[in-house]
């Protein structure tokens, strides 16, 4: 028994330490939070440039930035900013609009400036210096101005007016004369043309004309066979025939040494080219 309520208070006083470091200990999840008032003069991706006694901060915002009302300032609004400190960038935590809009108006962007120049193509811009002047204010409408609504806005273009264009009435056609009825020209007969004279082909040289002979397969390589050829009344003599992948064979093999063949065969540049070959015995 005494050791059950040994470690009984031992759990009890674990847990009543616990509670005291929890509730002496400052939170960890605190922040410490600043607020300074001004005007926005530029938005950025993640940023907002806010101008406050003549100096410009430039404030970090995200998706954890709380906007009041729900949607981000115009450019020249009066806003009140709360913003934390992490790593010495301001990170916007609340954006307060001093000056609320209308519900039924929308927030546009600052029309240019009447001195720029407007070109379709082409060109550099003309070099400018910004001086220390006061940041152009948003136009609240609940009509969207002549730069946002007309692709074509010009400084010096006059401003969109209500009034139609009176509408002119439709000219009333008079009635035609008559069309005179032109005698139609037979066209000339076309000019008779010269006959052409046919071109013709000139007739092959003897060296070009296919040529037979027969003879005994004495040797045989991949590129020519040798045959010895028997004339009456002549010496046998070994010709030499060039073939290769447009040579026909008959049958389709090539002659084995000894067999007699039939060639025909066409001599270019001293060389003789066998086209057909066939075994004949």
């Known amino acids: 028994m005494p050791g059950k309520y040994c470690v009984a208070a031992r759990l009890a006083t674990v847990f009543a330490s616990l509670v005291i470091v929890f ?31 003549g100096q410009c901060a430039e404030v970090n915002v995200g998706w954890r930035t709380k906007y009041i009302p729900n949607r981000r300032p115009c450019i020249g609004e009066s806003v009140a900013v709360d913003f934390m400190l992490e790593d010495g960038y301001m990170k916007a935590t609340k954006v307060v609009s001093l000056s609320p809009l209308p519900p039924a108006a929308q927030c546009f962007p600052p029309a240019p400036p009447g001195s720029s120049e407007c070109r379709t193509v082409g060109g550099e ?56 009825k032109e005698a139609a020209k037979t066209p000339p007969p076309p000019a008779p043309q010269p006959p052409r004279e046919e071109v013709k082909e000139p007739a092959p040289s003897d060296d070009k004309k296919a040529k037979v002979l ?49 060639v025909e ?15 004949i015995q």
């Open 23 to 53: 509730l002496v200990s400052p939170a960890s999840d605190a922040y410490r939070v600043c607020t300074f008032k001004g005007t926005v003069i530029d938005h950025g991706w993640r940023s907002m440039t806010v101008k406050t006694n």
């Open 125 to 180: 811009p003309p070099s400018t210096v910004t001086d220390g002047c006061p940041p152009s204010r948003a136009i609240v409408s609940t009509r969207p101005p002549a730069h946002v609504s007309d692709p074509s806005w010009s400084p010096t273009s006059p401003p969109p007016s209500s009034e139609k264009p009176p509408t002119a009435a439709p000219p009333v056609k008079k009635p035609s004369a008559p069309a005179k």
């Open 214 to 262: 027969s003879g005994e397969v004495v040797a045989s390589s991949p590129k020519s066979l040798s045959l010895r050829v028997l004339e009456e009344g002549e010496t046998a003599e070994v010709i030499n025939i060039k073939v290769g992948l447009k040579t026909k064979f008959v049958p389709f093999r090539r002659p084995a040494v000894g067999e007699k063949v039939k």
């Open 265 to 279: 065969y066409r001599q270019e540049n001293g060389d003789k080219f066998g086209y057909t070959v066939q075994v």
